[in-house]
């Protein structure tokens, strides 16, 4: 299947130009790898008004497909076929889609991953919102980043954290067993297996 494309006009919030914007309903990237990086750098996600050049977030549903990777965006859960060999993910917004697919991109799982940011939030003494960035350096480093005072934080994670994070969830199955279909793996997520 390839990517299904639809133009769709927008009315800018700040000055009112009206301007036609295309808007993606499914992203094949096995067919276009291009798109990966669109979606990665969020690209795909942005709309910038002709008239005054503001930028504005383009959040429809959309569903992302890749080699290892499917991912739906959209307020509600889907029942989708024919995942197999497929993680399948459900989320609501898309910085959520985007942090998939940089997870997916960069080799990694995100199950254990949610679980090293649970660890990581734990060591920080924070409540803060984690994003999974890329990994970094000769030891693969793992860049976290979070929103703190206004700014965006960068935080850097020993691989070595991910690896154990990996190894538990390896040692539980319990953990594993519900991820058939579009399943939503997120910080509640991982909160129901620590309660």
Aim: charged share 25%.
């Amino acid at each position: 299947m390839s990517s299904v494309v639809n133009n769709v006009i927008m009315r800018c919030p700040q000055c009112g130009c009206e301007h036609e914007v295309p808007v993606y309903r499914h992203i094949d990237a096995l067919a276009e790898p291009e798109l990966r990086e669109k979606v990665q750098s969020g690209e795909l996600f942005v709309s910038t008004c002709p008239g005054c050049g503001y930028r504005s977030l383009i959040s429809s549903p959309v569903i992302y497909r890749d080699e290892h990777l499917l991912v739906c965006l959209s307020e509600r859960r889907l029942e989708v076929e024919g995942l197999d060999s497929l993680a399948g993910r459900w989320v609501s917004d898309v910085g959520s889609l985007i942090e998939k697919v940089k997870v997916f991109a960069s080799g990694l799982d995100d199950v254990p991953l949610e679980f090293c940011k649970f660890v990581t939030r734990q060591e920080l003494g924070k409540e803060v919102e984690l994003k999974f960035l890329r990994l970094d350096g000769a030891d693969n480093d793992i860049i976290f980043t979070y929103p703190e005072g206004g700014q965006m934080q960068m935080l850097s994670v020993g691989f070595n954290v991910y690896e154990d994070c990996r190894a538990i969830v390896g040692r539980n199955p319990a953990i594993t067993e519900g991820l058939g279909g579009l399943v939503r793996v997120d910080r509640e997520w991982v909160e129901h297996f620590l309660a």
